[in-house]
């Protein structure tokens, strides 16, 4: 039994806890490890690339296709050194994200989301945490972005399961930035002009850490 949870989990089947969330805290550098030597590397696409700014299509198939490119995922947002990362940032056009973040308590969350979306929050729940945020397709380049301090994202596994994920802090901005991704939005066009104007001489003025595709 112990080999065949485990074995679910290299899969992306987690369990849940007793409100129905998945538990992503569990075997964190086990199961990402897992993942990413499954995988390949690919370079990251960058703001004006089309498939950055249109809504992915919905995942409709799970199996061993869907599972692959979550693997090449983790092992793309390990190359990038990112904590989280949507699959039209490797040039896919699916509703598919992967994450490796800590929370503000500093548990660390490994997981992966198809088709998500987000929970319309109550008043209570918007406490907004206004710290820097940054993209993996923004290289070197950073802005101040309010976004409350929780989030709930019901999506998919891999194998098609039907899951709730919930962060706090920095796991819940991960969670939301990424969830934007899916639907044709960066943390940029959140911002004012001239905040994105600034955003845009960062990354002209800094050689990204990995490799990028390049726009046309």
């Not at 050194?81 to 500093?106: M, P, S």
Request: with cysteine.
């Amino acid at each position: 039994m112990a080999q065949q949870d485990t074995d679910q989990q290299h899969a992306g089947v987690l369990p849940v806890d007793d409100e129905g969330y998945i538990v992503d805290t569990e075997d964190c550098e086990e199961r990402e490890q897992a993942w990413r030597e499954r995988g390949t590397s690919r370079p990251i696409t960058v703001v004006g690339n089309p498939v950055l700014h249109k809504e992915c299509r919905d995942v409709t198939e799970f199996g061993a296709e869907l599972a692959q490119l979550a693997a090449d995922m983790f092992a793309s947002q390990r190359t990038a050194e990112g904590v989280g990362l949507a699959a039209n940032q490797i040039g896919v056009d699916l509703k598919v994200f992967v994450y490796d973040c800590q929370d503000d308590e500093g548990n660390r969350h490994v997981g992966v989301v198809c088709n998500p979306k987000l929970v319309e929050l109550p008043a209570e729940k918007r406490l907004l945490d206004d710290n820097n945020e940054g993209c993996l397709s923004v290289p070197g380049a950073y802005a101040p972005l309010a976004r409350p301090d929780y989030a709930e994202v019901t999506g998919q596994d891999v194998a098609g399961n039907a899951i709730k994920v919930r962060g706090t802090g920095y796991f819940a901005r991960c969670l939301q930035h990424e969830t934007d991704h899916l639907y044709g939005y960066l943390y940029i066009d959140r911002l004012s002009k001239r905040e994105r104007k600034d955003v845009m001489r960062q990354m002209a003025e800094n050689e990204p850490r990995y490799p990028v595709v390049a726009n046309d």
